[in-house]
């Protein structure tokens, strides 16, 4: 796996906990969770700033976060598409002699 994506998707501890401003990973640590999942729940919420190519959360951000975690259930799982063939292009399977 790529260093990078390693990095920037594991949560790292803050500086300071409580400063005005954390980024995604730093967010993440803070609440326990993985970074993916502080998107996903940035992404429901809308919230987060982004900064050049860093996602930003503010105290109001992060507060927001911590009332839907802590409302219960699970953040929503962002649903992957499958590409479905035509029926014209599907063949049939020849059976197992």
Do not use: W
Not at 16 to 21: G, M, N, T, V, W
Not at 38 to 61: C, D, P, W, Y
Not at 71 to 91: D, E, L, N, Y
């Amino acid at each position: 796996m790529n260093t990078q994506y390693e990095r920037y998707y594991t949560p790292r501890e803050p500086k300071d906990p409580d400063a005005e401003y954390l980024d995604a990973a730093e967010t993440a640590y803070v609440f326990k969770t993985g970074v993916r999942t502080i998107f996903r729940l940035a992404k429901e919420l809308n919230v987060g700033a982004t900064i050049g190519r860093k996602k930003m959360f503010s105290r109001e951000h992060r507060r927001a976060i911590y009332d839907r975690c802590s409302a219960g259930g699970a953040p929503t799982r962002i649903p992957t598409q499958r590409r479905r063939m035509p029926r014209s292009q599907v063949k049939p399977v020849k059976a197992a002699a």
